[in-house]
């Protein structure tokens, strides 16, 4: 069973920073992509970033350029660092394990971006 835990959100005003963790544990870390999603209040879960085992990166087109997803095979952890935020950036952001034949996901980590 894969568990994961986010932290590192917080309130933050507009062109702020944040950076986000999650840490795995219950697989094999290195072997899976790994991504990061996001929901607003009134609003479905939206993409944001992923990592492949190979540290190949992807991003949604709305944060490329402000955020970094990055990999830490031997902390079994994956880092989001978000630059510049907006408050359109205000969501519970998820972490998320790409799993087969099920995805595995996190509780979730408030970020609030004030204007």
């Known amino acids: 069973q894969v568990q994961l835990v986010e932290s590192g959100g917080g309130l933050v005003q507009a062109g702020g920073s944040l950076r986000l963790s999650c840490a795995a544990s219950?697989?094999?870390?290195?072997?899976?992509?790994m991504g990061w999603y996001r929901q607003a209040p009134g609003e479905e879960r939206a993409y944001v970033a992923l990592v492949n085992p190979r540290g190949e990166t992807n991003y949604a087109i709305f944060v490329k350029g402000r955020f970094t997803i990055t990999r830490d095979n031997a902390k079994n952890t994956i880092d989001l660092q978000m630059n510049n935020l907006k408050p359109e950036d205000t969501a519970v952001y998820y972490c998320?394990?790409?799993?087969?034949?099920?995805?595995?996901w996190g509780q979730g980590t408030q970020v609030t971006v004030s204007s």
């Open positions: 998320k394990a790409f799993g087969v034949p099920v995805d595995y």
């Open positions: 219950g697989g094999m870390f290195s072997s899976t992509t």
